[in-house]
């Protein structure tokens, strides 16, 4: 779950949700400068479907009693995040193997970005966790290989481009949705000659209006939006906070960004 602050108070926003905005971003990327993906629909896919194996875990959130709010999403218990990205890949790659990919390829990926837990039973977990993961990898990538249709796509240059592209639509929807009015740097997103990195500012104090340079979108503007929910209060039990959840307004979150 991320946390949105606004003048108006804390808005929460599911992992699904978010990701919706990056699929939204990936069917709007692409000009001279930044070129074209393909295969298109199975990454547009993946980057719209990579949270989905949050789906379970919010509609029923756990608590974080030093803030009294639902977790956010980059502060679960190290057990219940790794639980999450195998269910994603088996949901993403039951509707296509090459999206299934790039999800598990993400997973591994924001792994890789982490430290690697002191306590002895959580390194245990991430040993399986990345095991796992990597078995999953080099089964999708034999079946897909040996696929005349996909194979052209399955070379490593081409798997590491668009897992990058994958990343940098999370990064930036992650910007929009949690970020409400700073600067955001996206690094190391793909262009036509490597990598570069993109620069988000504000424009206002809404966090609604942004500025982005290098401009990496086929048309003059793009509009992107999810729903949040409004959620008033902290909490000391995580039944209530459920129950304050589900009958939390809905809010539009509606992104405009301009070159």
């Not at 005349?148 to 910007?175: E, F, K």
Request: net charge negative; charged share 25%; proline share 7%.
């Amino acid at each position: 779950m991320v946390h949105r602050r606004e003048a108006s108070g804390l808005v929460v926003v599911t992992q699904p949700a978010h990701a919706w905005i990056s699929g939204q971003l990936a069917r709007a990327w692409g000009n001279a400068r930044f070129g074209s993906f393909e295969p298109h629909e199975e990454v547009c896919l993946a980057a719209e479907q990579h949270d989905c194996g949050w789906h379970e875990w919010e509609i029923a959130p756990t608590l974080d009693r030093g803030t009294g709010l639902p977790h956010h999403f980059d502060e679960m218990p190290l057990r219940e995040h790794l639980r999450v990205w195998p269910a994603g890949v088996g949901m993403v790659g039951g509707m296509s193997r090459y999206a299934g990919l790039l999800v598990c390829l993400h997973g591994l990926w924001l792994r890789e970005r982490n430290d690697e837990p002191k306590d002895p039973a959580e390194q245990h977990m991430v040993r399986g966790f990345v095991e796992c993961q990597q078995l999953a990898r080099d089964t999708l990538l034999d079946a897909l290989r040996r696929e005349g249709a996909l194979a052209p796509h399955c070379t490593g240059a081409a798997i590491a481009r668009n897992q990058a592209l994958v990343a940098a639509w999370d990064w930036l929807s992650l910007g929009l949705c949690m970020n409400s009015a700073r600067e955001w740097l996206a690094p190391d997103v793909p262009d036509a000659g490597g990598r570069c990195t993109l620069r988000m500012t504000p424009e206002g104090d809404s966090g609604r209006d942004w500025r982005v340079v290098p401009w990496p979108f086929r048309a003059e503007g793009v509009d992107v939006f999810c729903e949040g929910r409004r959620l008033n209060g902290t909490f000391v039990d995580v039944e209530p906070m459920r129950a304050a959840l589900a009958a939390a307004p809905r809010v539009r979150l509606e992104f405009r960004l301009r070159p």
